[in-house]
């Protein structure tokens, strides 16, 4: 079964629907995005950013239950 697709818009929506000052980080004045970067959300997960974009377009393969918990905090 692929759900590549389904991973993908599950993270970019709720990266989306979260601001950094509910993430607890500094909101800025120049931001392109409505939610978190993929940076920031990488920082928060303590995974880097490549590691993260990789989750965030479908690849779940060999991905660890710790790494799927620190994406739901």
Not at 9 to 38: C, D, H, M, W, Y
Request: proline share 5%; aromatic share 4%; hydrophobic share 40%.
């Amino acid at each position: 079964m692929d759900n590549q697709a389904e991973v993908r818009e599950f993270l970019t929506s709720r990266r989306a629907k979260i601001t950094p000052e509910q993430a607890g980080l500094p909101s800025g004045n120049r931001r392109r995005v409505p939610g978190l970067r993929r940076s920031e959300v990488a920082a928060l997960a303590d995974v880097s950013v490549e590691y993260y974009a990789k989750l965030e377009r479908g690849n779940l393969a060999g991905v660890s239950p710790s790494v799927l918990e620190a994406l739901a905090r």
